[in-house]
C-alpha cells in the first residue's frame, strides 16, 4: 500500500468497553490491517502506528546517538511504552492498562484523532483543552508554522 495516498485524517469519538478495547474507526482498518504498534506519545495520548510508520519511527530512534542524554530518555520513552496489537474482529484494540493510566483513559468515551502517519487516542478531558488552545490562539500557530517553513 502506497503509505502517501492513506494518510490517517479526522476526529471520531469511540467508546472504551469495560475490557480496555476501543474500536478503530471504519475508514483507518485497512492501513491497519498489516498490524500496529500502540505507544505512548507526546501531549499525553497515545500514538497507534501502522506497521511501516513505526518501523520508520523505531529505525530514527535506533538512529539516535547513545552518548546523548535526552535521545536515550525519549527512545526509552517510546520503546517501553510499545506494545504490539492488531485489530479484532470488530475493528478494536486493546489498550492495556498501563498505556489507559498514563493518557487519562478510563471508562466511556474516547477521542481518535488522526494524524496523518498515526493515530493518536486522547482522553476527552485532554484532547478538548488541546484542541480549544489550537483554535483560540491561530496567530500563534500562524507563526509557528511559519518558523516550520509552512
Not at 4 to 25: W, Y
Not at 46 to 52: A, I, W
Not at 112 to 120: D, F, I, K, Q, Y
Request: proline content about 6%; hydrophobic content about 40%; charged content about 25%.
Amino acid at each position: 500500500m502506497d503509505r502517501t495516498s492513506s494518510f490517517l485524517t479526522g476526529e471520531f469519538r469511540h467508546a472504551l468497553d469495560d475490557r480496555g478495547r476501543v474500536a478503530i474507526p471504519a475508514r483507518f482498518r485497512p492501513r491497519l490491517a498489516e498490524g500496529a504498534t500502540l505507544s505512548r506519545w507526546l501531549d499525553r495520548c497515545l500514538g497507534l502506528f501502522p506497521q511501516d510508520e513505526w518501523s520508520a519511527l523505531a529505525t530514527k530512534l535506533g538512529a539516535l546517538p547513545l552518548t546523548n542524554p535526552r535521545a536515550r530518555e525519549f527512545a526509552r520513552f517510546m520503546s517501553s511504552g510499545a506494545v504490539e496489537v492488531e485489530l479484532d474482529r470488530q475493528g478494536r484494540v486493546l489498550v492495556p492498562g498501563y498505556l489507559r493510566e498514563y493518557a487519562g483513559i478510563g471508562e466511556g468515551e474516547v477521542v481518535v484523532v488522526g494524524a496523518l502517519n498515526r493515530l493518536e487516542i486522547w482522553a476527552p478531558s485532554a484532547w478538548q483543552p488541546y484542541r480549544s488552545k489550537i483554535e483560540d490562539e491561530p496567530e500563534a500557530m500562524a507563526e509557528h508554522l511559519a518558523d516550520l517553513g509552512i
